[in-house]
């Protein structure tokens, strides 16, 4: 086999090379899932429930466009809110689906003044009067009929403009929504279509760009574009520009560390020819599949690539080194092969296995996760044994040769190490012991990240908008609770949705701008409380009027996003703050809909996209646990069956989970949180470490089999060391390539997974040689200690 592959290292080579060309030429490329519902299985119930709320309401995909404008309730100001609306509407953006603007908002008040003073007249008389009040709302112009915001604006005075203005910052339905107490704020409400009827992140970058547009041309500060679709947007919108960016960027640090190290171009160009196949292949079957990856999918690029560093660092350190012995490179390179591809192959399988239990997660962006990096993971393997023998022996020389005879100095310094090692074992264990306990006592402090706000770096314009928005507005957050109603919209159930209502907003765990409005149909149809006041006979009669003439008006949108009904169910619409501890938004939700039950039923439920994307988070951390556990699990197994020894296979994961309950612990005592990608880290640091792992202890066993203990752990330490160095620096450089990511998830996830190899690389060089040697110490005692006397059953003591 190691003679094929070498005889026929220019037709395999070629064949890759080709792969590629065509890859990089006519490839597809992945495509991500710019929803939330990427985040969960088809049949995932809480994902069900929101869509069953969608199609009952509509999506609560609503982004606000917020900027200031000193004269905001004034007839020039209100025309900037006009233009500004026409900007962004459904005709100009394909991804808008409506608009909703303060200037075509109804005067809500006066439409209570002519219900009351219709009223008041004759049965007849008031028939006829709603009759042609329906005709006039059907048809009035937003811009200049009285009724509306506009209109009554441009017809007040200066004392009637006042009037209007505190009107309109005391209203519970525009407040906070569309204008600030101090009416200097305002903002224009983009209601986007359904995720997959149009594209998120041009959809955003289209709002952004007609909003700056618009602020240029009056001279006023950039406005803010806030909303849980624009969280979803700028992080797929990372993904995108991040991925390729930190692949490239990978690959450079990657080969330079390789031919810093081996001296060699074509060592160089194996893992990079291996990693970029591998990667574009993926994406093109992706691509083929119809696979979308999701949020988590983030790192998936970058990893790829270092994926392939191990196998080829490993095959790179033992060619040398057998050059140094026979200047035959032939006779080196089967050497090399024959010596090699055991670890290769073990730890190819065992990486996948430990990969591919992340498919037991019950979050779809792991499973895919998991899946994905466990076929590449084999697939890697296999094209660098191919892609190898090139380096051995390639058509020109792009290398310093090592001289026959020479020492290497790593290894050297490998051998004094070892030697240190073998002669203070006890003082190894008790200082790795020293550092590693205080520091994985951080694992009890781990929290986990639901503010996707602080998935962001701060000075990105998401955050910079958030943070603007959140101190004029309030919070951003949505959530919602569906609520059934019965048969028809009456005195009673609009005084239990105020109650509600009122219940919920009093909320104040901590913040208390913890919730920043709770909107409903009752604050549509009775936002002063001016119908509550009035009989019970009056209060039905108004209100079924309000719900025809709005039913026949411009806003008849509006009712329908508050009320269905076919299915006699209302929404009710609460705002929070977007940045507040994961306890604290658990506890409101908990509470809402608890009083949402209490008033309304069991069947009042819960949702929406900021309930969601907390959901999210918490299930990516729920299922770590479990899935670290299965991936331990089958790595362990394969280590037991590799070595033919479950005390040796323990002893062998022993360095990888140190590492990984170090870097947790790091985690814990930094504040790192939790969050969709750093949940990740346990898992794939078990995958990445335990790679050199296999190649130490697979050479120790074999040479321990005809060598003694001593001489098998400095000769399989002598050549492993050195390549273990160089994988591990070529990974961790690797992974520090994501630091460059404006996501923050993505660069904590580079961080701590370059942590863990570090972490892992000391306790494979320095604390797995020490147990060895204790374990052969503890042996050579238990076979020199003498027997005891057995006494015979004649009497005869014998020893």
Same mark, same amino acid.
């Given at each position: 086999m190691t003679d094929f592959l070498l005889r026929s290292r220019y037709v395999f080579g070629s064949l890759v090379a080709v792969l590629l060309l065509g890859l990089a030429l006519f490839g597809e490329r992945v495509s991500y899932e710019q929803s939330i519902g990427s985040f969960f299985a088809d049949d995932d119930p809480v994902m069900g429930v929101y869509q069953k709320a969608a199609a009952t309401f509509g999506d609560d995909n609503?982004?606000?466009? /917020?900027?200031?404008?000193?004269e905001v309730i004034s007839p020039a100001g209100l025309d900037r809110a006009a233009e500004l609306a026409a900007a962004v509407a459904p005709e100009k953006i394909p991804g808008v689906l409506?608009?909703?603007?303060?200037? !075509?908002?109804? #005067?809500?008040?006066?439409?209570? &003044?002519?219900?009351?003073?219709?009223?008041?007249?004759? !049965?007849?008389?008031?028939?006829?009067?709603?009759?042609?009040?329906?005709?006039? /709302?059907?048809?009035? &112009?937003?811009?200049?009929?009285?009724?509306?915001?506009?209109?009554? $604006?441009?017809?007040?005075?200066?004392?009637?403009? *006042?009037?209007i203005k505190r009107r309109l910052t005391s209203n519970a339905l525009f407040k906070g929504t569309l204008l600030d107490e101090t009416a200097t704020t305002t903002a224009v409400l983009a209601r986007l279509k359904k995720s997959h009827e149009h594209n998120v992140i041009d959809t955003i970058r289209l709002l952004r760009e007609q909003a700056d547009a618009f602020a240029a041309r009056h001279k006023l500060a950039r406005p803010a574009v806030v909303g849980p679709p624009v969280l979803l947007a700028d992080g797929f919108a990372a993904i995108e520009i991040d991925g390729r960016r930190l692949a490239a960027v990978g690959m450079a640090l990657i080969a330079l560390v390789t031919l810093s190290a081996v001296h060699s171009v074509w060592w160089a160009i194996v893992p990079i020819m291996a990693?970029?196949?591998?990667?574009?292949?993926?994406?093109?079957?992706?691509?083929?599949?119809?696979?979308?990856?999701?949020?988590?999918?983030?790192?998936?690029?970058?990893?790829?690539?270092?994926?392939?560093?191990?196998?080829?660092?490993?095959?790179a350190i033992h060619f040398r080194d057998n050059r140094r012995r026979d200047s035959d490179p032939w006779a080196a390179g089967r050497l090399t092969l024959r010596t090699v591809w055991t670890p290769i192959v073990w730890t190819a399988v065992t990486g996948a296995i430990g990969y591919g239990a992340l498919v037991t997660s019950d979050v779809l962006p792991i499973q895919q996760f998991g899946a994905i990096l466990g076929v590449c993971t084999l697939t890697a393997a296999v094209l660098v044994m191919v892609l190898s023998p090139i380096a051995m022996l390639p058509p020109f020389p792009l290398e310093i040769p090592v001289r026959e005879g020479s020492q290497s100095r790593v290894s050297g310094v490998m051998n004094r190490l070892t030697f240190w090692v073998h002669r203070h074992p006890i003082r190894v264990v008790a200082v790795v012991a020293a550092l590693t306990i205080p520091l994985s006592l951080g694992v009890f402090r781990l929290t986990y990240e639901t503010n996707y706000i602080n998935l962001f770096r701060p000075q990105t314009r998401v955050v910079r908008d958030y943070r603007a928005v959140e101190s004029k507005l309030g919070g951003i957050g949505l959530v919602e609770l569906v609520v059934p109603i019965g048969s028809a919209v009456g005195?009673?159930?609009?005084?239990?949705?105020?109650?509600?209502? +009122?219940?919920?907003? +009093?909320?104040?765990?901590?913040?208390?701008?913890a919730i920043a409005q709770v909107i409903s149909l009752a604050t549509v149809l009775d936002p002063d409380g001016r119908i509550a006041a009035l009989a019970p006979d009056a209060q039905a009669r108004i209100l079924t009027g309000k719900l025809d003439l709005i039913g026949v008006s411009p806003q008849a949108s509006l009712l329908r996003s508050f009320w269905n009904d076919e299915t006699k169910e209302a929404r009710i619409l609460i705002?929070?703050?977007?940045?507040?501890?994961?306890?604290?938004?658990?506890?409101?939700?908990?509470?809402?809909?608890?009083?949402?039950?209490?008033?309304?039923?069991? @069947?009042?439920?819960?949702?929406?996209?900021?309930?969601?994307?907390?959901?999210?988070? *918490?299930?990516?951390?729920?299922?770590?646990?479990?899935?670290?556990?299965?991936?331990?699990?089958?790595?362990? /197994?394969?280590?037991?069956?590799?070595?033919?020894? #479950?005390?040796?296979?323990?002893?062998a994961i022993l360095p990888t989970l140190l590492s990984v309950v170090i870097v947790l612990g790091i985690m814990g005592w930094t504040s790192i949180?939790?969050?969709? !990608?750093?949940?990740?880290?346990? +898992?794939?640091?078990?995958?990445? @470490?335990?790679?050199?792992?296999?190649?130490? #202890?697979?050479?120790?066993?074999?040479?321990?089999?005809?060598?003694?203990?001593?001489?098998?752990?400095?000769?399989?330490y002598s050549v492993s060391g050195p390549g273990v160095l160089l994988s591990s620096l070529a990974v961790a450089v690797g992974f520090m390539a994501l630091r460059t990511s404006e996501f923050e998830p993505?660069?904590?996830?580079?961080?701590?997974?370059?942590?863990?190899?570090?972490?892992?690389?000391?306790?494979?060089? $320095?604390?797995?040689?020490?147990?060895?040697?204790?374990? *052969?110490?503890?042996? @050579?005692?238990?076979?020199? +200690?003498?027997?005891?006397?057995?006494?015979?059953?004649?009497?005869?003591?014998?020893?």
């Amino acid at each position: 086999m190691t003679d094929f592959l070498l005889r026929s290292r220019y037709v395999f080579g070629s064949l890759v090379a080709v792969l590629l060309l065509g890859l990089a030429l006519f490839g597809e490329r992945v495509s991500y899932e710019q929803s939330i519902g990427s985040f969960f299985a088809d049949d995932d119930p809480v994902m069900g429930v929101y869509q069953k709320a969608a199609a009952t309401f509509g999506d609560d995909n609503f982004v606000f466009l /917020v900027y200031d404008d000193p004269e905001v309730i004034s007839p020039a100001g209100l025309d900037r809110a006009a233009e500004l609306a026409a900007a962004v509407a459904p005709e100009k953006i394909p991804g808008v689906l409506r608009i909703e603007s303060l200037d !075509a908002m109804p #005067l809500v008040w006066a439409l209570d &003044d002519v219900l009351l003073a219709m009223d008041k007249l004759p !049965a007849f008389a008031h028939k006829l009067a709603l009759d042609a009040a329906k005709r006039t /709302v059907k048809n009035f &112009d937003l811009r200049t009929n009285t009724m509306t915001v506009s209109g009554a $604006v441009r017809a007040a005075d200066a004392q009637g403009l *006042e009037a209007i203005k505190r009107r309109l910052t005391s209203n519970a339905l525009f407040k906070g929504t569309l204008l600030d107490e101090t009416a200097t704020t305002t903002a224009v409400l983009a209601r986007l279509k359904k995720s997959h009827e149009h594209n998120v992140i041009d959809t955003i970058r289209l709002l952004r760009e007609q909003a700056d547009a618009f602020a240029a041309r009056h001279k006023l500060a950039r406005p803010a574009v806030v909303g849980p679709p624009v969280l979803l947007a700028d992080g797929f919108a990372a993904i995108e520009i991040d991925g390729r960016r930190l692949a490239a960027v990978g690959m450079a640090l990657i080969a330079l560390v390789t031919l810093s190290a081996v001296h060699s171009v074509w060592w160089a160009i194996v893992p990079i020819m291996a990693g970029w196949t591998v990667w574009l292949a993926t994406e093109t079957l992706l691509h083929f599949f119809n696979i979308r990856l999701s949020l988590s999918g983030g790192p998936l690029v970058a990893q790829i690539i270092v994926l392939t560093m191990p196998a080829a660092s490993h095959l790179a350190i033992h060619f040398r080194d057998n050059r140094r012995r026979d200047s035959d490179p032939w006779a080196a390179g089967r050497l090399t092969l024959r010596t090699v591809w055991t670890p290769i192959v073990w730890t190819a399988v065992t990486g996948a296995i430990g990969y591919g239990a992340l498919v037991t997660s019950d979050v779809l962006p792991i499973q895919q996760f998991g899946a994905i990096l466990g076929v590449c993971t084999l697939t890697a393997a296999v094209l660098v044994m191919v892609l190898s023998p090139i380096a051995m022996l390639p058509p020109f020389p792009l290398e310093i040769p090592v001289r026959e005879g020479s020492q290497s100095r790593v290894s050297g310094v490998m051998n004094r190490l070892t030697f240190w090692v073998h002669r203070h074992p006890i003082r190894v264990v008790a200082v790795v012991a020293a550092l590693t306990i205080p520091l994985s006592l951080g694992v009890f402090r781990l929290t986990y990240e639901t503010n996707y706000i602080n998935l962001f770096r701060p000075q990105t314009r998401v955050v910079r908008d958030y943070r603007a928005v959140e101190s004029k507005l309030g919070g951003i957050g949505l959530v919602e609770l569906v609520v059934p109603i019965g048969s028809a919209v009456g005195p009673e159930v609009v005084a239990k949705l105020n109650r509600v209502g +009122s219940t919920i907003a +009093s909320l104040a765990p901590n913040d208390p701008r913890a919730i920043a409005q709770v909107i409903s149909l009752a604050t549509v149809l009775d936002p002063d409380g001016r119908i509550a006041a009035l009989a019970p006979d009056a209060q039905a009669r108004i209100l079924t009027g309000k719900l025809d003439l709005i039913g026949v008006s411009p806003q008849a949108s509006l009712l329908r996003s508050f009320w269905n009904d076919e299915t006699k169910e209302a929404r009710i619409l609460i705002r929070l703050l977007e940045q507040q501890p994961a306890a604290t938004k658990a506890w409101i939700f908990h509470k809402a809909e608890e009083t949402a039950r209490a008033a309304f039923g069991p @069947s009042s439920y819960l949702t929406g996209l900021s309930y969601l994307m907390t959901r999210t988070t *918490e299930g990516v951390i729920a299922t770590q646990w479990s899935t670290f556990g299965w991936s331990a699990a089958g790595i362990l /197994v394969m280590l037991a069956l590799a070595f033919r020894s #479950l005390p040796l296979a323990l002893l062998a994961i022993l360095p990888t989970l140190l590492s990984v309950v170090i870097v947790l612990g790091i985690m814990g005592w930094t504040s790192i949180k939790l969050d969709i !990608a750093t949940a990740l880290v346990a +898992s794939v640091a078990l995958g990445l @470490s335990v790679d050199d792992t296999f190649h130490c #202890l697979i050479q120790f066993h074999k040479q321990r089999k005809t060598r003694g203990f001593r001489k098998s752990l400095f000769d399989s330490y002598s050549v492993s060391g050195p390549g273990v160095l160089l994988s591990s620096l070529a990974v961790a450089v690797g992974f520090m390539a994501l630091r460059t990511s404006e996501f923050e998830p993505f660069v904590n996830f580079g961080t701590m997974v370059a942590i863990a190899t570090a972490g892992s690389t000391l306790g494979n060089l $320095v604390l797995l040689p020490a147990c060895l040697t204790l374990g *052969e110490r503890w042996r @050579s005692r238990r076979r020199q +200690s003498p027997k005891p006397p057995v006494a015979s059953s004649s009497g005869v003591v014998t020893p």
